[in-house]
């Protein structure tokens, strides 16, 4: 793991830059999934090895200069819109599943790929602001995803509630009918 600095991360540094995008992708996505995992536990969520993969690559790709927090966002963002399309979102829903998604990755991992790896102590420092930070703002994403799969579980049962209180009137006044056309005896 400490190649990049001759297994010495305390004393050394990395001047060539050879080995420093692999640290700082290996942090990164390490920061990333423990992040999303406290999030989704936090909410009362799943975690899957899908969403522990989706995690790393997302960290893992913020390293990329300049632009990666916004691959990783997208990342993210999409993983998250999938994830309310198939419990039943809106497109509203799934909307603000992704750019709340997007933006909380954005924000939380971007430490990492913006400062370098140069010593040991920065990437540690990096990586525990965005243990704080990252586990906020994943928290809320994660909230706003779970609220999603609330409201869609509640729209299923009102329509199935609905369904079943439609067939009931259609089954009463269907009978009412039957009974309404049969002539009624006169007495003699």
Not at 69 to 77: L, R, T
Not at 150 to 161: F, G, L
Not at 172 to 178: A, E, I, L, P, W
């Amino acid at each position: 793991m400490f190649a990049y600095c001759g297994n010495n991360p305390i004393n050394k540094i990395d001047l060539t830059g050879e080995f420093g995008w692999l640290a700082a992708a290996l942090v990164s996505a390490t920061v990333n999934v423990v992040v999303t995992y406290v999030a989704a536990k936090v909410t009362g969520q799943d975690y899957t090895l899908k969403d522990a993969a989706v995690a790393a690559i997302s960290g893992a790709a913020n390293t990329i200069p300049v632009v990666g927090p916004y691959i990783a966002g997208a990342i993210s963002g999409t993983h998250a819109a999938i994830s309310a399309a198939k419990s039943g979102g809106t497109a509203g829903e799934v909307a603000l599943c992704f750019f709340a998604s997007s933006i909380a990755t954005t924000l939380s991992i971007g430490n990492l790929a913006q400062v370098g790896t140069k010593t040991l102590s920065t990437v540690v420092a990096n990586a525990s602001a965005d243990l704080v930070f990252g586990t906020g703002f994943n928290c809320l994403a994660s909230s706003a995803n779970k609220a999603v799969s609330i409201w869609s579980e509640a729209r299923k049962e009102r329509t199935q509630n609905t369904t079943v209180v439609e067939r009931n009137a259609r089954n009463y006044k269907s009978n009412r009918r039957n009974y309404v056309s049969v002539p009624l005896l006169e007495e003699s």
